[in-house]
């Protein structure tokens, strides 16, 4: 069972880089996907997440982010757009078996981070 973040890099302010979480083990459909990050000396707070029952936007990302998945592909995605030099962090992906999404940390398997540096 295993999740693996890729997608991450450089961008300048203002661009945009699609996140993805692919799926190996276990069928991602029957999952809510949530996306998490942690920028340099914070503690991790939860971005994003999608369920069959619902799907959820932090304020900070709302407008800009757009989480989806497709379930064909095993794989849930996040698309940043307007990026902004506070949306530099490890960004991290996560499953847990729920009808219903939150972004608490209260997930069952995690994937290992993916960089994204926001910067001129």
């Known amino acids: 069972v295993q999740l693996q973040a890729s997608g991450g890099g450089l961008v300048q302010p203002g661009g945009s880089l699609r996140l993805s979480c692919a799926a190996s083990?276990?069928?991602?459909?029957?999952?809510?996907i949530g996306w998490f990050r942690q920028a340099p000396g914070k503690e991790r707070e939860g971005v994003s997440c999608?369920?069959?029952?619902?799907?959820h936007y932090e304020d900070s990302v709302k407008g800009r982010f757009t989480i989806s998945r497709d379930n064909a592909k095993n794989t849930g995605y996040l698309q940043m757009n307007s990026l902004k030099p506070d949306d530099t962090a490890v960004y991290y992906c996560?499953?847990?078996?729920?009808?219903?999404?939150?972004?608490?940390?209260?997930?069952?398997?995690w994937g290992q981070g993916t960089l994204v540096t926001v910067s001129s």
């Open positions: 999608i369920s069959d029952g619902n799907t």
């Open positions: 083990g276990f069928n991602l459909a029957n999952y809510a």
């Open positions: 996560a499953a847990v078996r729920s009808y219903y999404c939150t972004v608490l940390p209260s997930y069952n398997y």
